[in-house]
T-cell receptor, first 114, second 112 residues
Framework: DSGVTQTPKHLITATGQRVTLRCSPR?????VYWYQQSLDQGLQFLIQ???????AKGNILERFSAQQFPDLHSELNLSSLELGDSALYFC?????????????FGDGTRLSIL | QQQVKQSPQSLIVQKGGISIINCAYE??????FPWYQQFPGKGPALLIA?????SEKKEGRFTISFNKSAKQFSLHIMDSQPGDSATYFC???????????FGTGTRLQVFP
């Protein structure tokens, strides 16, 4: 058990809809990362937050947004969903978001767009 | 230049054999190279990592070999066991950015 909790585990919705994925980092970790894992694109870094502030951005679509709250949990919001957004979304956390601190991954949220 | 190329895509090894997975990169600014192991239904878990100032790092049956001049690194799993059957991802990041660039993954199957 990595200590990172993601909810929900599975999400099924339709095109055009909006969903929110939630992540609780390991106790004591200040940095949260979001990744998308799909069959054709592999594991892609989306965005990183550190202690409530955005620190780094990757291949995140404009339809997607994230935030980290004062209690350090994070939410990833996906809107105007398309079929291609179907994927596994992982959250990871680390102590301070720098250098060699390992990233601990949750078990992901599987998003299926019908 | 941000890519990390990983091979092979899949690997079948007999129990007790050596599993070797290779990765290559272009961006010379990368200076942290972790390997992650992922079991079905689970998130990736850090297995072992290396910085480019060493050529090899060993932890138990897992060894990373690093060739800075060739911009290549590899994971060796000695005495492979059926419990090692999983997908393995190499990754790279630039120090202090913490943004991991993952390889495409290798599905390892170890048969008894």
């Amino acid at each position: 058990d990595s200590g990172v909790t993601q909810t929900p585990k599975h999400l099924i919705t339709a095109t055009g809809q909006r969903v929110t994925l939630r992540c609780s980092p390991r106790s004591g970790d200040l940095s949260v990362y979001w990744y998308q894992q799909s069959l054709d694109q592999g594991l892609q870094f989306l965005i990183q937050y550190y202690n409530g502030e955005e620190r780094a951005k990757g291949n995140i679509l404009e339809r997607f947004s994230a935030q980290q709250f004062p209690d350090l949990h994070s939410e990833l919001n996906l809107s105007s969903l398309e079929l291609g957004d179907s994927a596994l979304y992982f959250c990871a956390s680390s102590v301070d978001g720098q250098g060699e601190q390992p990233q601990h991954f949750g078990d992901g949220t599987r998003l299926s767009i019908l | 230049q941000q890519q990390v190329k990983q091979s092979p895509q899949s690997l079948i090894v007999q129990k007790g054999g050596i599993s070797i997975i290779n990765c290559a990169y272009e961006n010379t600014a990368f200076d942290y190279f972790p390997w992650y192991q992922q079991f079905p239904g689970k998130g990736p878990a850090l297995l072992i990592a290396i910085r480019p100032d060493v050529s090899e790092k060993k932890e138990g049956r897992f060894t990373i070999s690093f060739n800075k001049s060739a911009k290549q690194f590899s994971l060796h799993i000695m005495d492979s066991q059926p419990g090692d059957s999983a997908t393995y991802f190499c990754a790279a990041s630039i120090w202090n950015t913490d943004k991991l660039i993952f390889g495409t993954g290798t599905r390892l199957q170890v048969f008894p």
